[in-house]
């Protein structure tokens, strides 16, 4: 890093959603641990959250590629 | 960064992957089927069901001892355990001697009403699903390897985070160019599935590592604070005749008021001394359930001896078993834990495919594609 706003902007568009995603899972597995119940329904949704990002990435790619093949298929 | 500390982790990263890889696939493999083995051992049968007794009150821990006594004659008890998840049954740990080795522990469960034998405990394909995960069969150095090559887990997704910066930033987050070779396609899924578990795969391999410590942290315990507890019975001989467990209970109780009696451990085993019981004692809350407190009784007379916390490294060990199985948050946690475990599979065997891909290409006379997609130094 070299403090330019420009790089700075850079690094958190890069670092932002992983940060989040790592801060979620630490809250998760902490909440489960420390709150019982409670903790488990927060440990539900914030840890599987990186599990839910690749599926979500996972669907979009595969609706783009049917996408895709049904413009191609239709252009002909 | 600059080509050269780009190179620099990028050689951390790719070597310490790949002393890791074949082990750390074995862990991934063998931890999958464990973090169900509840679940597997009772559809295989391997699970002891406690009998219904509505309302019934629970057998003394003295009848629960004779029960276990009388279902291996000749041998002796080392511990009695008490899972807060399992009220209906208590666990016995009978050995040929107090201090037996721990591969000749015969572990049965009894039924805490009518201390019924229900069955044996830890056998089946589980087991040795266990022993692979933990030691590779090796004992103590397979768990000591196992926790090194945790270490290198640990270097590989630092570096790995290192080396996302010059890979990604030119692409918007969760980018998979499809339109680009399949080698690249991989490496974009290996860099996202990576970045969006890393926590999740620090803190089990870190806690994995602390877990393979274990031994060694519990003969610290024994050396140092189990030692001052005990100093004032030194040449003391063992006990001749145990005092009764029901008076060991409630004396353990008494001296840890609002505290249960997780397990005990007899005079002579590894977790207390010659001449004393060891009652650990858990608390009722998710937290205090996990940070057991020793109480040292006499093992004669059942007085209480000493009672002290665990000092903050076995705390840590303690803490870190939960956060290492993923069984402490009900059964969705554990279908996530295993979405996670495949996903680090799926990281480890890109990360081998990456390697080995970018190795043919650099092959003489090949066109070295990987170097033209090289992160652009500044």
New interface residues.
Partial sequence: MHGSPDRSR??I??????IV???S??TG?LA?????TA??YV??VT??A??L??A??WVR?RS??IGRFSRARAGK | MKARTVRLWSLVHTWTSLISTVFLLLLCLTGLPLIFHHEIDELLGYAPQPEAHAGAARATSQAVADAALAADPGHVLQYISWDKDEPGIVTAFTNSAVDGLPDNTTVRAFDAVSTKLLGPVGVGPMLIMLKLHTDMFAGQPGKLFLGGMGLLFAVAIVSG?VL??PF??RLR??T?R?SAARRVRWLDWHN??G??????AL?VGLTGVVNTWAELMLNQWKATELASMVAPYAGKPPPVHLASLDDVVARARQAAPGMEVAFIAFPGTPFTSSHHFAAFMRGD???TA?LLKPVLLDGETGQVADARALPLYLQALL?SQ??HFGD???M??KV?WA??DL?TIVVIGSGLYLWLARRRKRAPGRTNAFARRAPVPS
């Fill in positions: 850079l690094w568009r890069v670092f932002a959603a992983p995603l790592a801060v899972t630490l597995l489960a641990l420390l709150w019982e903790g488990q440990a539900w840890v599987g990186p599990v990002v690749i979500w990435v790619r783009d590629k | 985070v996302y910066w990604t930033r987050f969760a998979i499809d996202l599935i970045v969006v578990t890393v926590a999740w803190v809350t998710a937290l996990r803490i939960p956060l402490y948050g009900g969705p946690l996530i979405a996670l996903l």
